[in-house]
């Protein structure tokens, strides 16, 4: 009688432990979903470069379907992406009452957004005019590129983020973590 009660009271304990760790160690399903939300910000920013790709595979655009309200918005209204970065970046990155989960997966977005600034730069340099020839199917293959690479990255951005996890994207996970404390 003694031992058994002596193995449920060592019992009790671990089981204490568990559910701590479980607390501590994985986000709440609110901070899933908030850390998932600014993933779309380079996602709507992207979709210029994925023009090619929406007319080859018109059934991409399917899945882009339910986003489309969104979408609408946030080019429908002047200033409206700027407007919405800088209220992630104040509102969420800045904000010391999310976890760092949600404010690390915010900044990684805003930096994958930042990135694509570079691609549009570069056309606005070298695109006088528009290509034809063998500069359009290198302006194809690169906006595809950039396209693929932008969406691979916010899949996986909004699935790890939903999975609790942070997801470790290429260019902008290092750039977060030294930001984020």
């Known amino acids: 009688m003694v031992h058994h009660a002596a193995r449920n009271q060592s019992a009790v304990p671990r089981g204490g432990l568990v559910l701590r760790a479980q607390r501590g160690g994985n986000p709440q399903v609110a901070d899933r979903v908030v850390s998932s939300l600014p993933y779309l910000i380079p996602l709507f920013d992207g979709l210029r470069y994925g023009k090619f790709i929406f007319v080859q595979y018109p059934a991409v655009q399917y899945v882009l379907a339910p986003l489309q309200p969104l979408i609408s918005l946030y080019f429908g209204f002047p200033f409206a992406s700027l407007v919405v970065f800088f209220g992630v970046y104040a509102g969420i990155i800045n904000n010391q009452s999310f976890s760092r989960f949600v404010r690390l997966n915010a900044l990684q977005a805003v930096l994958l957004s930042v990135i694509l ?65």
Not at 141 to 166: D, E, H, K, M, P
């Open 117 to 181: 600034i570079l691609p549009g730069l570069l056309e606005s340099v070298f695109l006088q005019s528009p290509p034809r020839g063998t500069a359009l199917q290198i302006y194809i293959q690169l906006s595809n590129a950039i396209w693929l690479f932008t969406s691979v990255c916010v899949a996986y951005g909004i699935g790890a983020s939903l999975a609790g996890r942070v997801a470790q994207l290429p260019f902008v996970s290092s750039a977060a973590e030294a930001q984020v404390r």
